[in-house]
């Protein structure tokens, strides 16, 4: 079966780093996305990694290794307002996204 | 960049009314769109894969004849829950796939619309 991996809560201090993992088991693949969900709102697109290395984008960055089903999302210089949860997206053989069940980020002052 | 709006935010009806729920890409067009459901502190569940000018492709355990979906146009698909029960309170998000600054087709999601049945 396909399966994506990510702890389901972290907690982490303002302006801190704070590295959120994900593993996945899918179908092939033709991608890995991360998103960001803020309580009761939709989710908004972070970012895009296909080929192993890392992405950086700001203050978030995102790393792939493909050979070993593993993904990170690391932000930095924490606020208060990265308080969310972040999901782990697989795009599968078939195009289909498998989703993580999310890891809710806490950010304590 | 891209924006999917999706109407209404929030909603409230009584058992046994079926209630509609829009989504729309406002800037580009969208030959296919998303659906889900978002129990709370749940991932997103997909509902539903909606076909512009054809039928929609429901995932496994998701009742085609209670959750009505039309896709008119490339940028209109909506999403109807008819006969609505308690159970069927939830958080229903509305995606579709655009190209994206790096390249890869993004879902970019409407910003949900929360429907309590009383």
């Known amino acids: 079966g396909q399966n994506i991996d990510q702890p389901t809560e972290m907690t982490a201090t303002e302006g801190a780093i704070v590295q959120i993992n994900c593993t996945y088991q899918?179908?092939?693949?033709?991608?890995l996305f991360w998103y960001q969900q803020h309580a009761g709102e939709a989710p908004t697109f972070l970012s895009y990694?296909?080929l192993d290395g890392l992405e950086e984008k700001g203050r978030f960055s995102s790393f792939l290794s493909r050979s070993k089903g593993y993904s990170y999302l690391l932000l930095k210089e924490l606020q208060m307002k990265d308080s969310a949860s972040y999901l782990c997206?697989?795009?599968?053989?078939?195009?289909?996204?498998?989703w993580g069940a999310g890891t809710k980020l806490i950010i304590k002052p | 960049g891209a924006v999917v709006s999706q109407h209404p935010s929030w909603v409230i009806c009584k058992s046994g009314t079926s209630v509609k729920i829009e989504c729309r890409s406002l800037?580009?067009?969208?030959?296919?769109m998303f659906w889900y459901r978002q129990f709370p502190k749940q991932s997103l569940m997909l509902m539903a894969t909606?076909?512009?000018?054809?039928?929609?492709?429901?995932e496994q355990g998701v009742e085609k004849d209670k959750f009505l979906i039309n896709h008119a146009s490339l940028t209109l698909s909506t999403l109807t829950v008819t006969s609505a029960h308690p159970e069927d309170s939830s958080f229903y998000i509305c995606?579709?796939?655009?190209?994206?600054?790096?390249?890869?087709?993004?879902?970019?999601f409407g910003a949900g619309s929360r429907l309590t049945v009383l």
């Open positions: 995606s579709a796939r655009n190209q994206g600054d790096s390249g890869a087709n993004v879902l970019t």
């Open positions: 800037d580009f067009q969208a030959t296919t």
């Open positions: 909606s076909n512009e000018g054809s039928k929609a492709t429901y």
């Open positions: 899918t179908s092939g693949f033709n991608g």
């Open positions: 990694n296909v």
């Open positions: 997206a697989v795009l599968d053989s078939n195009y289909q996204l498998i």
